[in-house]
């Protein structure tokens, strides 16, 4: 791992991004900052984080040869990777939200941003960015779903020691992704995916309440597929449905 440490940057993501324009970087460099300015998660949202009380980092992964139909397991390996390191603390009730938060007690404690530097048909490398609620005591009350792992288990966390456990992990099931070996990581993703087969109520992007069940997501193309009541199966993509 080629560490670098940013006392303050707009975006660790942003910042990897511009590094690989100009220089080739090792596989697996990583880009920590003790300060976001303009943190970013999915979908042009905004990811607020306390200074120095968190993890905010990016890592650059390259690959040989991954194709961009198959770019849905790397999100499988980057989430089941947060998840592993943070099972082994005991939080309770830890599951992975589609696509790919990481949820205690239905709390958001980690969020995940995915970015991919295309040629032709292939994936030639990732930007993997990682933001970790680790030390910080509260959240603004427009982020009441917000929780830290102090919050939820009421200790105080060493942050180097968690991003080497996570950098390992991802490691690990990235080469499980360099194998090919995508049921592996499909079978552990899905086992761990939260509200998988549990009869809930969501809202579509019209208000539309409906009750139905998450029953798996769909490789090809990334979107959740809910089983409605009907038994028939809808597809939706990010931002598409939420729960109710």
């Given amino acids: 791992m080629h560490l670098i440490k940013l006392n303050a940057t707009a975006s660790t993501n942003s910042f990897l991004k511009e590094l690989s324009v100009d220089s080739s970087l090792d596989d697996f460099t990583v880009v920590m900052a003790e300060k976001q300015t303009l943190g970013r998660g999915q ?56 696509p790919n938060d990481i949820l205690s007690e239905k709390k958001k404690v980690c969020g995940i941003l995915i970015e991919n530097i295309l040629k032709g048909k292939s994936i030639k490398a990732s930007i993997i960015g990682i933001g970790l609620n680790v030390n910080q005591e509260s959240f603004p009350e427009e982020l009441a779903d917000a929780a830290s792992l102090k919050m939820v288990l009421n200790k105080n966390f060493d942050l180097d020691k968690l991003l080497k456990q996570i950098i390992s992990k991802l490691r690990m099931n990235i080469n499980i992704l360099k194998d090919k070996k995508f049921e592996v990581l499909e079978s552990a993703y899905l086992n761990v995916l939260y509200k998988k087969n549990i009869p809930s109520m969501f809202k579509d992007t019209q208000n539309v309440l409906f009750m139905g069940k998450i029953v798996g997501v769909n490789t090809s193309n990334g979107k959740l597929q809910i089983e409605l009541s009907d038994e028939t199966i809808r597809e939706f993509a990010l931002k598409e449905v939420s729960f109710a």
Avoid: C, H
Wanted: glycine share 2%.
């Fill in 43 to 98: 979908m042009n949202t905004v990811w607020v984080s306390q200074p120095y009380k968190n993890l905010m980092f990016s890592v650059y992964v390259k690959f040989d040869d991954f194709e961009i139909r198959d770019q849905t397991f790397l999100n499988y390996a980057v989430a089941l990777s947060m998840y592993e390191v943070l099972i082994g603390y005991d939080l309770p009730k830890l599951a992975v939200k589609w």
